[in-house]
């Protein structure tokens, strides 16, 4: 699955801090953070592209983020998204159902929420995967969205951590005490 996965993010090691992986690509991204909460920072990378190596589709644009905030960065938690804009609704759905179905196979648990209109038609659906049944990171998610007919974006987001040894002994000592 981190192969996969790996190769769904360009082909980078995500196995390590967001900084690192910015160092590691090609691509320019932007730095920017933003603060919502007192001494909490929303750290987040961005950067832009029109094709890439695994969509088959034809892409109007796609935008790349790498984010992380000063709490969650104590258990090294982050994700990358990817939002991929389509020219149609048919590309939309072809490469969210292509992908859906090429990471099912790695998910050993598997939520999907759809919403739909009165006509019982989908007008946006998000499949999460997640790599192991008792922790909710690592999590790969896939969403799409048709509510607006001038617009056909993929959303994929993968949540992981750098320090995932650390962040399963916390989750097993917060399971013991409940």
């Not at 919502?36 to 589709?57: L, M, Q, R, W």
């Not at 038609?121 to 969205?145: A, C, G, H, M, R």
């Amino acid at each position: 699955m981190e192969k996969k996965i790996s190769e769904l993010f360009f082909g980078l090691n995500l196995n390590q801090k967001p900084s690192e992986i910015v160092k590691e690509s090609d691509f320019k991204f932007e730095y920017g953070w933003t603060s919502t909460i007192v001494d909490v920072k929303n750290h987040s990378y961005a950067t832009e592209f029109n094709n890439h190596p695994t969509i088959k589709g034809e892409i109007k644009e796609g935008i790349f983020r790498i984010n992380y905030d000063s709490h969650q960065e104590k258990y090294g938690i982050f994700s990358l998204t990817m939002v991929i804009r389509f020219t149609n609704e048919y590309t939309q759905i072809d490469e969210y159902e292509r992908l859906t179905h090429e990471f099912e196979k790695y998910s050993s648990k598997t939520i999907i929420e759809s919403t739909q209109t009165e006509d019982y038609e989908t007008k946006s659906q998000v499949t999460v995967y997640q790599k192991n049944k008792e922790f909710e990171i690592p999590k790969l998610d896939f969403y799409f969205d048709q509510s607006d007919k001038n617009d056909f974006p993929l959303v994929v987001t993968f949540t992981t951590s750098w320090k995932m040894d650390e962040l399963k002994k916390l989750i097993e000592k917060q399971k013991k005490t409940e």
